[in-house]
């Protein structure tokens, strides 16, 4: 069996299309915590995740809303108030997050 090859010569991987999805940074540790934790406001996920800037949570947490792994809901208060939870398609992530955590915790130092 060879490796898929699309239309225009690209590789086309599983592997590589889950890491387009949810790679970089945050992605996985915003995924991990509102799996774990549950529903989350905006500046708990900033606590939760020290070194982040604005921006960049910002961004993750929509591209994360755009591919249907996190749910947003904003309620209409003064202050506005914004939580963040898990969508079903995003809970189907958690079995590979908890053997990244496993494994994690049996290899590091800390």
């Known amino acids: 069996m060879g490796t898929p090859i699309d239309k225009k010569g690209k590789l086309k991987c599983s592997i590589e299309y889950t890491l387009k999805k949810i790679g970089g940074k945050w ?18 996920l900033r606590r939760l995740l ?3 800037s604005h921006k960049v949570l910002s961004q ?20 506005p108030k914004v939580e963040y939870s898990m969508t ?9 997050l908890k ?8 290899h590091s130092d800390f």
Request: charged share 25%; glycine share 8%.
């Open 60 to 79: 993750q947490l929509k591209e994360l809303e755009e591919d249907r792994f996190i749910l947003r809901t904003q309620y209409d208060t003064i202050p």
């Open 27 to 44: 992605k996985t540790v915003i995924l991990w915590h509102l799996g774990t934790d549950g529903t989350l406001r905006y500046n708990e």
């Open 99 to 106: 053997q990244m955590h496993t494994w994690g915790n049996e």
């Open 88 to 96: 079903e398609l995003g809970s189907t992530l958690m079995p590979i």
């Open 50 to 52: 020290p070194g982040v």
